[in-house]
């Protein structure tokens, strides 16, 4: 094992690899902090470059545009309210309540050190426990897909600041939206009004640009003030020990949790950035400074989305199946050089694997150096006039959102859910459990779907399978306490 | 006499003039870079074979191929575009049978050969019936008996509504007459992976995709769903042997608007066969585990046309 790892860093501490990996480390961050432009259409657009690499650095060099995204994706989330990538959605909801705070600084400083530690964790059990983790991965079936989505979901309302009813009817209408497209048995369209830009559904990134971006300059058109950028001093730039204090049980958690869900192909960096957020809450001494700039909100998140970003690496590695997209190009790098990642690659090709896991290790620590420093820049960005900002903002989501598909029907999708986002802000409805529900509502149908027509229309299935009725034994007690206070006062905060 | 042999000259020269405008415009085609639009996302299968094959455009056909990513409505986004744009060659769409014939053929959706002209086959994948080492049935015959035997109890694994794996699963259980379960996945990996976890029972993919898991012993090969053996699985029959005469073609091609002149299409199917012997695109498209099938644009047309129809066919008969 030791020696494995020993020789994967003498690959990837070869001067050109190191390059390979600081190079898309950088790119990777650039790419995380534009939001639009994500790491799958990067990595295809930099492909005929690694066709003369050799195909550990090829894959050094792409895995590190993939983490890398995912420690730049928070910054825009903090600073902006855009959520770049699918992982900081959640950190919008507090991070960005923190710069209006005044400190921007703490979050970005918190997540690029809270990234670092997921990160690294991450790689640690990519190293030691890959190939059970693989067999993990294998044994979740759509019974145990289902009760996960159900438990992610029970979780939404924890996502609304305030009234527990109004989150979950916005759980509800993000169900809704999710149907939107071909349904997953019979390929037929519903909600599509015949447009075929319509059939596969509405992208989220371009939901939750709107959602937030979009919504949050608008409402601050009505506000003549200019929002509070950052507070002299160099205090406010790194997290204060109070902070620390607060925020390094959430890492670890976050960390945990990240890393256990990123396993599962098909969305579990997304659950698990929003199980994170709502364990938190629900454990909290102070769940009333959720959504107001608890620095636990981004610390939690950010680490899960980091450590998931390393674990999704795992199915990859093991099985030869690509999680998401961005893994999915990798696989394409892998296979141009002739190599078919599969249940053989550890024993076919250690200087791969353990080089790419070597290479991990040193990417972010590269990550840290590079992106601690930026905070002091992106805070000084701040103190642009609103006026200025409330511009970027816009040609930020409107680029992005046109570049998810190449298309004019998304900017369009993005600005109806900027003035819907902005309605909903002035209505106090929470915008979060919608974009939740949006992401999870498809899996959780097609994993239903899945288990019950496999099951022969038994519903048993469910409770049958250990995994899945334990899941759902927590997902009836995290439903309980909203509910109750729902009965209760109907008003009520959930705790 | 002399003056009608002068204009005898006159008309010939004309003629001549005409035709030598009419070769001198095929020949300047292309005279700039040419956009090949695919459908589907980045990274899979098509993509992948997209970009080995253009890489060397510029050295056949004077011009880069410029590859443009249109994903949407299962491939009906792109194919739609295409269908719309100027038949003058330099519009083109990279085809493949999910959107350019069973979606038209049984949805009524993207574009088929009615809409769109065929340029050139680049290759096919055969598709492969797999199933657990220790699954109760060792052969494809095996499995039916199997699944007769024990009706409604076999799971079957496709890769969404009307894949290759859904239709030709709903066609191997038209002719046998099995009752199964057919769980739909949302693509070829993730059906794989619940094979790998024993989710399902049966699945039906590309041999590209399930190679590797053959080689370690994780997947067990019952048929080949293709006219003749696959060359990398000598042993293993094709399902025509077993007695079930379903055959699929996970195929590749260009396809250009509907109307762009002969002489157009000419060129660029004969650029596109250059590039497909071209050495180095050969081995890159082995190394995915594939091989080069050009088919010239009169041939591709047919057989295109064919697998139209059957699937139109198909589709009738299997929709419920």
């Known amino acids: 094992m030791l020696e494995n790892l020993a020789s994967g860093f003498a690959v990837a501490l070869s001067p050109w690899n190191l390059a390979y990996a600081g190079f898309g480390a950088v790119l990777g961050t650039a790419i995380g902090v534009l939001p639009g432009l994500g790491p799958p259409a990067t990595i295809a657009m930099l492909l005929p470059l690694t066709y003369g690499m050799e195909p550990v650095s090829a894959v050094i060099m792409l895995a590190g545009i993939f983490y890398g995204a995912m420690y730049g994706g928070s910054t825009t989330s903090i600073l902006l309210n855009i959520p770049g990538e699918a992982g900081s959605v959640v950190t919008c909801l507090d991070g960005y309540r923190m710069t209006r705070a005044g400190r921007a600084g703490a979050a970005l400083g918190i997540a690029a050190i809270g990234s670092f530690i997921a990160g690294t964790l991450g790689v640690l059990g990519l190293s030691?426990?890959?190939?059970?983790?693989?067999?993990?991965?294998?044994?979740?079936?759509?019974?145990?897909?289902?009760?996960?989505?159900?438990?992610?979901?029970?979780?939404?309302?924890?996502?609304?600041?305030?009234s527990a009813l109004k989150g979950l009817v916005m759980t509800v209408l993000g169900l809704l939206l999710g149907t939107i497209g071909l349904d997953p048995v019979f390929?037929?369209?519903?909600?599509?009004?015949?447009?075929?830009?319509?059939?596969?559904?509405?992208?989220?990134?371009?939901?939750?640009?709107?959602?937030?971006?979009?919504?949050?300059?608008?409402?601050?058109?009505?506000?003549?003030?200019?929002?509070?950028?950052?507070?002299?001093?160099i205090k406010s730039i790194f997290p204060t020990r109070e902070d620390w204090k607060r925020a390094w049980a959430p890492i670890a958690r976050g960390s945990f949790f990240g890393f256990f869900i990123g396993i599962l192909p098909g969305g579990g960096a997304i659950i698990s950035s929003f199980v994170s957020y709502a364990v938190e809450k629900k454990i909290s001494k102070h769940p009333e400074q959720f959504g107001h700039g608890a620095i636990e909100g981004v610390a939690a998140p950010e680490s899960a989305n980091n450590a998931a970003s390393v674990s999704s690496f795992i199915p990859l590695l093991t099985l030869g199946i690509p999680g998401n997209a961005s893994i999915a190009m990798i696989l394409v790098a892998l296979m141009i050089h002739g190599i078919r990642p599969g249940p053989q690659l550890i024993a076919e090709h250690p200087d791969i694997f353990w080089g790419a896991v070597a290479s991990m290790y040193l990417g972010n620590v590269m990550l840290l150096a590079l992106n601690l420093p930026l905070v002091g820049l992106w805070v000084k960005l701040l103190q642009v006039p609103y006026s200025l900002l409330a511009l970027v903002v816009v040609v930020i989501c409107v680029v992005g959102a046109y570049s998810v598909h190449n298309s004019t029907f998304d900017v369009g999708v993005m600005i109806g859910f900027g003035i819907f986002g902005y309605l909903l802000r002035k209505t106090g409805f929470p915008a979060a459990p919608l974009v939740l529900a949006m992401i999870l509502g498809p899996i959780l149908e097609r994993s239903l779907q899945q288990a019950m027509i496999s099951s022969a229309g038994d519903p048993l299935i469910f409770v049958q399978h250990p995994l899945s009725a334990a899941l759902l034994g927590v997902a009836a007690l995290v439903a309980l306490t909203p509910l109750l206070s729902l009965m209760r006062g109907g008003s009520t905060k959930p705790a | 006499m002399k003056l009608a042999s002068t204009c005898g000259i006159a008309a010939v020269s004309a003629l001549a003039a005409v035709l030598c405008w009419g070769t001198a415009s095929a020949q300047e085609f292309p005279s700039k870079p040419i956009t090949l639009i695919i459908p589907s996302g980045a990274g899979g299968s098509h993509d992948m074979t997209a970009r080995a094959v253009t890489s060397v455009a510029n050295e056949y056909l004077g011009q880069p191929i410029i590859i443009q990513l249109k994903p949407g409505g299962g491939g009906a986004i792109g194919s739609d575009q295409v269908a719309k744009a100027a038949p003058d060659g330099y519009t083109i769409l990279f085809g493949g049978p999910n959107w350019s014939?069973?979606?038209?053929?049984?949805?009524?959706?993207?574009?088929?050969?009615?809409?769109?002209?065929?340029?050139?086959?680049?290759?096919?994948?055969?598709?492969?019936?797999?199933?657990k080492p220790d699954a109760p049935y060792k052969t494809f015959k095996e499995m039916i008996t199997w699944a007769k035997a024990n009706p409604g109890k076999l799971v079957f694994g496709n890769a969404g509504p009307w894949s290759q794996a859904d239709l030709t699963w709903k066609q191997i259980s038209k002719i046998t007459g099995i009752e199964s379960r057919n769980v739909p996945h949302d693509g070829g990996g993730p059906s794989t992976l619940a094979l790998l976890g024993g989710h399902v029972d049966v699945a039906i993919n590309p041999t590209t995709t399930f190679i590797s898991y053959i080689q370690s012993g994780k997947l067990r090969p019952l048929a080949v769903l293709d006219d003749e053996r696959d060359p990398s699985f000598p042993d293993v029959p094709t399902a025509k042997e077993e007695g079930v005469d379903v055959v699929y073609y996970l195929w590749r091609g260009m396809l250009a608007p509907k109307g762009t002149p002969r002489p157009v299409i000419e060129k660029l199917a004969d650029a596109c066969k250059k590039m497909t012997e071209d050495k180095t695109v050969q081995a890159m498209i082995k190394s995915f585990g594939d091989r080069i099938q050009y088919l010239g644009p009169d041939e591709f047309g047919k057989v295109w046309r064919a697998e139209f129809e059957l699937h139109k066919e198909l589709g009738t008969s299997l929709k419920k």
Do not use: H, W
């Open chain 1, 128 to 162: 030691l426990i890959s190939p059970i983790l693989a067999d993990f991965a294998l044994r979740f079936g759509p019974a145990e897909y289902f009760s996960l989505v159900l438990l992610g979901l029970t979780m939404a309302v924890y996502l609304s600041g305030g």
């Open chain 1, 187 to 233: 390929g037929a369209e519903r909600f599509t009004f015949g447009s075929s830009n319509l059939t596969d559904g509405l992208d989220f990134v371009v939901v939750a640009m709107g959602l937030f971006g979009i919504a949050e300059v608008l409402s601050n058109l009505e506000s003549p003030e200019q929002p509070v950028a950052v507070k002299p001093g």
């Open chain 2, 101 to 131: 014939t069973t979606l038209p053929a049984v949805e009524g959706r993207s574009k088929g050969p009615n809409d769109l002209d065929p340029i050139c086959r680049i290759n096919y994948s055969p598709v492969m019936v797999a199933a």
